[in-house]
Antibody, heavy 120, light 110 residues
Framework: EIQLLESGGGLVQPGGSLRLSCAVSGFNFRSYAMSWVRQAPGRGLEWVAGLNGGGDTTYYGESLEGRFIISRDNLKNTLFLQMSSLRVEDAAIYYC?????????????WGQGTVVSVSA | QSVLTQPPSVSAAPGQRVTISCSGSNSNIGRSYVSWYQQFPGTVPKLIISDDRNRPSGTPYRFSGSKSGTSATLGITGLQTGDEASYYCATWDFSLNAVVFGGGTKLTVL
């Protein structure tokens, strides 16, 4: 059974940093691209970032302006999202998602999400 | 403003058929596969259509996907009250080098 379990969310002040983690199991992690997708309260889905199976090719959403870094540890089957210079508008549920194969493919499995709140 | 355009809402009666459109451009839908996601309030989105028209295991045959040029469509036949949810289209955009989502469509089954 494929499982994706996010952690690391919480309340942070504007300008602060957070590191999200996603522990996965049930599939050959290194063979699949992974992404982060977020959803602000009452809003739609927004893709944040993605990377290939090897972790050496990364892609980011336009709105991030270089503040986030996606990475993975294929030995520990874990995906990460390092978020810095956080803004109020970054508050959202952050979902860890598995791509069907590559980063251009559909998201076939989703984690339950971790909540990030940004407030003074 | 989303790169992909969906109607904010659609509605139809139980048993009827409804379509949800997703309009893009030659840099995204015109060049890449479209996927569709279903999300009930307070729950995690679920993939229901991949690669324009493929139904993953567990997606009822009542759901179908199609694409023509720079537009994609999700069709749902034999509507049920349990289909009430928000539906999102997504695809890769080769100009942005990013995944783009539609703004989402809320389906109401009257």
């Amino acid at each position: 059974e494929i499982q994706l379990l996010e952690s690391g969310g919480g309340l942070v002040q504007p300008g602060g940093s957070l590191r999200l983690s996603c522990a996965v199991s049930g599939f050959n992690f290194r063979s699949y691209a992974m992404s982060w997708v977020r959803q602000a309260p009452g809003r739609g889905l927004e893709w944040v970032a993605g990377l290939n199976g090897g972790g050496d090719t990364t892609y980011y959403g336009e709105s991030l302006e270089g503040r986030f870094i996606i990475s993975r540890d294929n030995l520990k089957n874990t995906l990460f999202l390092q978020m810095s210079s956080l803004r109020v508008e970054d508050a959202a549920i952050y979902y860890c998602v598995k791509n069907q194969v590559s980063v251009v493919d559909a998201f076939d499995f989703w984690g339950q999400g971790t909540v990030v709140s940004v407030s003074a | 403003q989303s790169v992909l355009t969906q109607p904010p809402s659609v509605s139809a009666a139980p048993g009827q058929r409804v379509t949800i459109s997703c309009s893009g451009s030659n840099s995204n839908i015109g060049r890449s596969y479209v996927s569709w996601y279903q999300q009930f309030p307070g729950t995690v989105p679920k993939l229901i259509i991949s690669d324009d028209r493929n139904r993953p295991s567990g997606t009822p045959y009542r759901f179908s996907g199609s694409k023509s040029g720079t537009s994609a469509t999700l069709g749902i036949t034999g509507l049920q009250t349990g289909d009430e949810a928000s539906y999102y289209c997504a695809t890769w955009d080769f100009s942005l080098n990013a995944v783009v989502f539609g703004g989402g469509t809320k389906l109401t089954v009257l």
